[in-house]
């Protein structure tokens, strides 16, 4: 099977920065599309940043221009760069991996969640 592990949140002051990090592993053949996506208690996920297997990328507005989202391949994991945190991005955040298992399975995984809170 596949998972999916984040880790790297954790409690920032206001403006401060944290680098978010997931891995999948298992039988992977191949990774397509890779996101990540948050959640605060009493609201809906939404989608915070996607990144194509070209690279190409997609970000909510609320968090353009400072967050980055980015992969190595390699090593199949994806990376959140977050800079310029603002209370509001408090939230579980949550990797999400669109896969080709080895076994020929279209999968679509979500890894356990890393809480971020930012507060003074």
């Known amino acids: 099977q596949v998972q999916l592990v984040e880790s790297g949140g954790g409690l920032v002051q206001p403006g401060g920065s944290l680098r978010l990090s997931c891995a999948a592993s298992?039988?992977?053949?191949?990774?397509?599309?890779m996101g990540w996506y948050r959640q605060a208690p009493g609201k809906q996920r939404e989608l915070v940043a996607l990144?194509?297997?070209?690279?190409?990328?997609n970000y909510a507005a609320s968090v353009k221009g400072r967050f980055t989202i980015s992969r190595d391949n390699a090593k199949n994991t994806v990376y959140l760069q977050m800079n310029s945190l603002k209370p509001e991005d408090t939230a579980a955040y949550y990797c999400?991996?669109?896969?080709?298992?080895?076994?020929?399975?279209?999968?679509?995984?979500w890894g356990q969640g890393t809480q971020v809170t930012v507060s003074s």
């Open positions: 999400n991996a669109d896969i080709w298992s080895s076994l020929g399975q279209h999968l679509n995984g």
């Open positions: 298992g039988s992977i053949a191949r990774i397509n599309a």
């Open positions: 990144i194509n297997t070209d690279g190409t990328t």
